[in-house]
Nanobody, 124 residues
Framework: QVQLVESGGGLVQAGDSLRLACAASGGTFNSYTVGWFRQAPGNEREFVAGSTRTGGTTYYADSVKARFTISRDNAKNTVHLQMNSLKPEDTAVYYC?????????????????WGQGTQVTVSS
């Protein structure tokens, strides 16, 4: 069983950048697909970005494509989400999640393990 802890959230202005981190422990990290999700007030949690076990394939929601980059370091059991050109609509709690096995998973139902979330607020 893997435990996930996010960090790096904060308050920034539109156009700024933030880099979120997710530290994993308690499992074999490279046996998990990892993903980032977000949930804004009043909205359902939505997929943001994902990475396959080796990091060889990454995939994104259309709303963040070309602005956000997911990367993972299996040697350090970490996943990062680099967020550039942030917009007020990116404001949300961001969650790191892990899913056992190979594949491209965009549904939160595919993910078994979740962090506690980190708040990102983008002011206009």
């Amino acid at each position: 069983q893997v435990q996930l802890v996010e960090s790096g959230g904060g308050l920034v202005q539109a156009g700024d950048s933030l880099r979120l981190a997710c530290a994993a422990s308690g499992g074999t990290f490279n046996s998990y697909t990892v993903g980032w999700f977000r949930q804004a007030p009043g909205n359902e949690r939505e997929f943001v970005a994902g990475s396959t076990r080796t990091g060889g394939t990454t995939y994104y929601a259309d709303s963040v494509k070309a602005r956000f980059t997911i990367s993972r370091d299996n040697a350090k059991n970490t996943v990062h989400l680099q967020m550039n050109s942030l917009k007020p609509e990116d404001t949300a709690v961001y969650y790191c999640a892990a899913a056992p096995g190979w594949g491209i998973f965009r549904s939160e139902a595919s993910y078994n393990y979740w962090g506690q979330g980190t708040q990102v607020t983008v002011s206009s």
